[in-house]
């Protein structure tokens, strides 16, 4: 396994302004009380609210930024991914966003909000009983029908779109 660099500022920055108009800027509040002082008494906790945002999951920056590091022709075959819930959404999302069809494999059992706010974004939604079998399937899909995965976790881009939910 190669190590990457972290992204940096600027990559982070950069994608910020790319996505200014589609993602939504959520608030961030400081969580205060005599609980939180009792058993963080020298911190400062902050909690900030990506369940604003169009998916409900801060899930959508790293899906978006995934989607806009492909050329237009590559990401107009579709995309697919494979996820529990939330992934599926950002990525059903950020394809109608990106005007490109979306095949999600969600592990089944789910909760049918998730599955239904996937298909409300028009995803093809496929239920899959385990984890391994619904990998295998969206990597037979990506062979199949050309449609790249887009990692729940994995790469540069995710990593750019997730950590930019800092700033």
């Known amino acids: ?8 500022l600027a990559e ?4 910020r302004e790319v ?8 608030p961030v509040h400081e969580w205060r009380g005599t609980e939180v002082s009792k058993r963080a008494p020298d911190m400062r906790i902050s909690i900030k609210f990506e369940l604003l945002q169009m998916t409900g999951t801060f899930k959508a920056r790293g899906a978006l930024a995934w989607m806009l590091s492909l050329p237009k022709e590559k990401i107009q075959t ?7 819930g939330n992934h599926a959404i950002a990525v059903s999302w950020a394809a109608h966003v990106m005007g490109a069809p979306a095949h999600v494999v969600i592990i089944s059992p789910a909760n049918p909000a998730r ?3 996937a298909r409300a974004w028009g995803a093809k939604v496929e239920l899959i009983d385990n984890a391994e079998a619904a990998f295998q399937r969206v990597l037979n899909i990506e062979r199949q029908d050309g449609k790249p995965l887009v990692h729940p976790f994995e790469g540069r881009s995710i990593a750019i ?5 800092a700033m």
């Open 12 to 15: 982070i920055r950069a994608y």
């Open 161 to 165: 779109g997730t950590v930019a939910l």
């Open 78 to 84: 579709g995309v697919t991914a494979v996820s529990a």
């Open 19 to 26: 996505v200014r108009d589609r993602i939504v800027r959520t």
């Open 1 to 8: 396994m190669t190590v990457q660099e972290p992204p940096s």
């Open 115 to 117: 599955i239904q706010q």
